[in-house]
Nanobody, 119 residues
Framework: QVQLVESGGGLVQPGGSLRLSCAAS????????MGWYRQTPGKQRELVATITSGGTTNYADSVKGRFIISRDSAKNTAYLQMNSLKPEDTAVYYC?????????????WGQGTQVTVSS
């Protein structure tokens, strides 16, 4: 079992920055990858960025060059640095952990944190 707790969401003006954190606890040695996803009302949850235990990252085209995902293994925490925020980035952001040495892996989700970009 892995528990995930997100923090760092809030209200920010267009062009501003926020940093989201996702703290993992439980069976953390078995985490293969962590990632951030977002969802707006009436739409499916979509990938924002992921990072594997080896440090390989992947980004949605819409956030490339603006968002940076990172991971502090010592603190068991993943981060999402969001810069040059746009109104269309407004969403609930969820942290996900993929657990297991090989496929199929188990996924765990955090409770979500609201990000609102508005003037």
């Amino acid at each position: 079992q892995v528990q995930l707790v997100e923090s760092g969401g809030g209200l920010v003006q267009p062009g501003g920055s926020l940093r989201l954190s996702c703290a993992a606890s439980g069976s953390i040695l078995s985490i293969y990858a962590m990632g951030w996803y977002r969802q707006t009302p009436g739409k499916q949850r979509e990938l924002v960025a992921t990072i594997t235990s080896g440090g390989t990252t992947n980004y949605a085209d819409s956030v490339k060059g603006r968002f940076i995902i990172s991971r502090d293994s010592a603190k068991n925490t993943a981060y999402l640095q969001m810069n040059s925020l746009k109104p269309e980035d407004t969403a609930v952001y969820y942290c996900r952990a993929l657990v297991g040495a090989t496929a199929p892996r188990i996924q765990y989700w955090g409770q979500g944190t609201q990000v609102t970009v508005s003037s």
